[in-house]
């Protein structure tokens, strides 16, 4: 009985660490026309938080290891853009300069989600 209940309370606490506490990797200060990759796999976006310089291009590469159905749409809504992922091949958005700002992204039901940070 004593170990259903730390078990039960060890997952309780993967639980709260996964979405409330855990912050993915942010890649930060990205110089003039550079590229980032972004891996869709595992329910995340490895980095989910890109910060690039205001009025510098940026090309963002998605490559998308998962097959779940979700992970195939991307979704800029603020930029209006809008995209379907290949599965194991790069799909580049080239972005313009951009005046500052935080450009969320996600999937269509929002379960992948991430941002790009303009500063």
Not at 2 to 26: E, R
Not at 44 to 70: G, L, M, T, W
Request: charged share 15%; hydrophobic share 45%.
């Amino acid at each position: 009985m004593l170990t259903v209940n730390l078990l039960g309370l060890g997952l309780i606490a993967v639980i709260v660490w996964w979405f409330w506490l855990y912050k993915p990797t942010l890649v930060k200060g990205i110089p003039d026309a550079s590229e980032v990759t972004v891996i869709v796999e595992n329910g995340v976006y490895q980095p989910a938080h890109i910060s690039i310089k205001e009025n510098y291009p940026v090309r963002i590469n998605f490559i998308r290891k998962d097959e779940s159905p979700c992970a195939a749409m991307l979704l800029f809504p603020d930029l209006d853009i809008s995209a379907e992922l290949p599965l194991n091949k790069p799909f580049v958005i080239t972005l313009p300069a951009m005046k500052k700002g935080q450009y969320p992204f996600h999937c269509q039901m929002k379960m992948y989600t991430g941002s790009l940070l303009v500063e």
